[in-house]
């Protein structure tokens, strides 16, 4: 048995090596919603129900543009990290793998949906 302090079992970061660093991303994208959720609301919301033509005129502008963009990447990533936690913690075997795998594809897919989709409205 090697003899170690409590720093030095501390400093590895766990038996995972990774919970500290999930944590902090998921804190991290917490505080940024925080942030972006009113920017994205009071830009997006007014243009609830109005033409096709004003919603493409309001999103080629940058401000409402990029709170929409940053809203897309940030939201699907938090959703990534929680869902994938969310597994962790209830699912067993091959099918944790599995879901954790799905559930990334399912998120960075919707992402550039997102995006593209705004892309295509705002040019």
Do not use: N
Request: aromatic share 10%; charged share 10%.
């Amino acid at each position: 048995m090697a003899l170690m302090t409590d720093r030095k079992r501390v400093i590895g970061l766990g038996s995972a090596k990774s919970g500290t660093d999930h944590f902090w991303k998921t804190t991290i994208t917490a505080v940024a919603l925080l942030i972006i959720t009113p920017m994205f609301l009071f830009s997006f919301g007014p243009l609830l129900g109005e033409p096709y033509a004003d919603v493409q005129a309001a999103l080629s502008r940058p401000f409402p543009a990029v709170s929409t963009a940053l809203m897309l990447i940030v939201g699907f990533y938090h959703f990534r990290l929680g869902i994938q936690m969310v597994i962790e913690d209830y699912v067993q075997g091959l099918a944790r793998k599995v879901a954790i795998i799905v559930t990334a594809c399912i998120s960075y897919g919707l992402m550039a949906f997102g995006l593209v989709s705004l892309a295509q409205i705002a040019l």
